[in-house]
């Protein structure tokens, strides 16, 4: 499983976005496709034909997997803005130096910042940001989670203590 992470933290983030659009665009383009088209041929098959449906539907798949892939980027990117603003700040200005970034994102990490009322170009580059930075991003949220793992362990086994002088206690005082 640490061979895989480390291999995908080796693709660049651009590359990974346009994998995963590929991927997801061809599977609902076969699928609308390939599906309007058999509609076509055995329900209009003397009218249309198979083709024309399914170039519509393999359009209709491809716009929808664009669709699908721009909100959950869209999504991603507020979410981790709100919760990790200095992370993706920081990859801004690491990964992109010399580009020229928006006006928009200079306020990133600023409590007036809001990214839900990005326009278009600043939110392509903060999904770029959050791309760029998946695996600082993972990084910490392992480190959070470890973190909580260890107070509850520390409340269990405190717990389990106070529980076994409680008993050894009783033990003792039936003893008597």
């Given at each position: 499983m640490e061979f895989a992470h480390d291999l995908v933290a080796l693709v660049p983030s651009r590359a990974r976005i346009v994998t995963k659009h590929l991927g997801q665009s061809i599977f609902l383009s076969l699928s609308f496709g390939l599906t309007s088209g058999w509609i076509g041929a055995n329900l209009f098959s003397a009218t249309v034909g198979p083709l024309g449906p399914y170039l519509l539907g393999s359009c209709v798949g491809f716009g929808l997997s664009t669709y699908i892939l721009w909100n959950t980027e869209r999504d991603a990117a507020v979410q981790y803005a709100q919760l990790y603003?200095?992370?993706?700040?920081?990859?801004?200005?690491?990964?992109f130096v010399g580009m020229k970034l928006p006006k928009e994102l200079e306020n990133l990490g600023q409590p007036e910042f809001n990214p839900r009322t990005l326009s278009l170009g600043p939110m392509t580059w903060l999904i770029l940001s959050v791309n760029t930075a998946a695996s600082e991003i993972e990084e910490i949220e392992k480190r959070v989670a470890q973190n909580a793992m260890n107070h509850c362990a520390k409340r269990v086994i405190s717990s389990h203590q106070e529980t076994s002088m409680q008993q050894q206690h009783f033990t003792r005082s039936t003893r008597k």
């Open positions: 603003p200095e992370v993706l700040r920081h990859r801004l200005m690491a990964s």
